[in-house]
C-alpha cells in the first residue's frame, strides 16, 4: 500500500506543466481581472494535496521505520514454549544439568565401579553355566536372571548406577543359585537313571544319563550309565533265558546266559548272583553224583573206585561231613582187604611151612589193624 501511495505521488509530479510566464520591460498589458484569479485559484486547489501526499510518502519512507522495534536476539533467557498440552515453558539456562559436586562425583564414580565388577561376575558365571547347557535344565531361571541384568544395563546407561548396582547384584545372586543348584540337578538325573535300570527301563534311563552328560559331559558315572542303558534291553532278554533254564535244571545253558550277561554288563549285579546261585547247584548236583557213585563201588566192593568218587566229591566240599565219613569207610573197608590178604598169605606161607615168610605177613597185617 505504501508503494503504492508512492508511485502515485510520483505519477502527479510528472503530470505538473510548468505554467508560461511572460516577461516584459515595459508596460504589461493588461489581462482580464477574472481570468487570472481564475487560474490562480485553480492551481492552489491540486498543489496541496499534492505536498500532502509527498510529506506522508517521506514519513512512511523515512520515519515509521525507526519506530518499530525487532526481537532481541541476544541473552539465552528467551522462552522455549512447548507446541501443545500442559508443558511449561523452560529457558535454556534452567534446561541445563546443574554442576554436580566433587563428593556427588566420587560417589557416582564408586557405584559405576560396583556395578561394573558386578557384571563382571555375571558374565563370568554366565559363561560357565552356558558351557553346561543351562538353557536345557534350568532355562526359565537362567532368562529371568538376565532380564534382571539387561534392566541393570539400561539403568547403567542412564547413569542411573545405584539401580544398576541393585539390578546386578540380584542377577547375579540368580545365577549363583543357579550354577549351586547344578550339582544337585546332574546327580538327580544320575539316581533317576540307575533307578530305570533297576526297573527295566531302557529309555528312562538312557534319558536321564544323557540329560545328565549335558551338565558334564566327561562324567564317568553318567557315561557308565549311558552304556548300561544302550544294551539294558539285550541284557533284559538274556537274563530271561538264563532264567528259563535254570528253572528247568539246565544249570550250563542257564550260566552261560548269565555270563553273557555279565560280559554286556559288568556291574549287573542280578546277573552276578544268579551265577552264583547256578554254581551252588551244579557243585551240589555234582558233589551228590560223586558220593552216589562212591556209595556203589563200596558196596561192590570196588573201594577203589568207591575212593576216587569220595576224594572227587570232597574237592568240591572240603568239608562236608559226609565225604569225610564215607573216605573213612572206604579206607578202612580198603584197610580189612588188605589186612585180609596178608593173614591169608601167612597161612599160605604156614603151610609151606615158610615160618619167615609168614611171620611177616602177620606182621604187616597187625600194622595196618593198629
Known sequence: MKDNDKDKGSADLNNITPAKITLTTGNVAAAPENTGKANTKSRRMWILPL????????GVFFILPSHISTPSLEGNTTAITAPAGNATPLTTAAAQKPESSPFQEAQEARQRSKSQDLLSEILSIQEELESKNVLVWGEESYNNALGKATQGD????NRNFIESTNLYGAALIDLQNL?????????????RGYAAITDGLSEDARQAFEFALLIYPDNEEASNGLKRANTLDEVLQLLTEGNDFQQNNQLEDARE?????VALDPDM???KQQIAIVNRKINDRDFNQLMSSGYRNLQQNNLESARLSFQKAK??????????????????????IQINQHINRA?????????????????KALALDS
Open 347 to 363: 597161612i599160605e606161607f604156614e603151610r609151606q611151612e615158610d615160618w619167615s615168610n609168614a611171620v611177616d605177613e602177620y606182621n
Open 269 to 271: 549285579e542280578s546277573a
Open 315 to 336: 574237592r568240591l566240599k572240603p568239608n562236608a561231613p559226609e565225604v569225610l565219613s564215607a573216605l573213612d569207610q572206604t579206607q578202612a573197608g580198603i584197610t580189612n
Open 179 to 191: 550354577l549351586a543348584d547344578m550339582d544337585r540337578i546332574f546327580s538327580d538325573a544320575v539316581t
Open 51 to 58: 505536498i500532502i501526499l509527498i510529506i506522508v510518502a517521506g
Open 154 to 157: 539400561d539403568a547403567y546407561r
Open 257 to 261: 546266559k548269565y555270563q553273557q550277561v
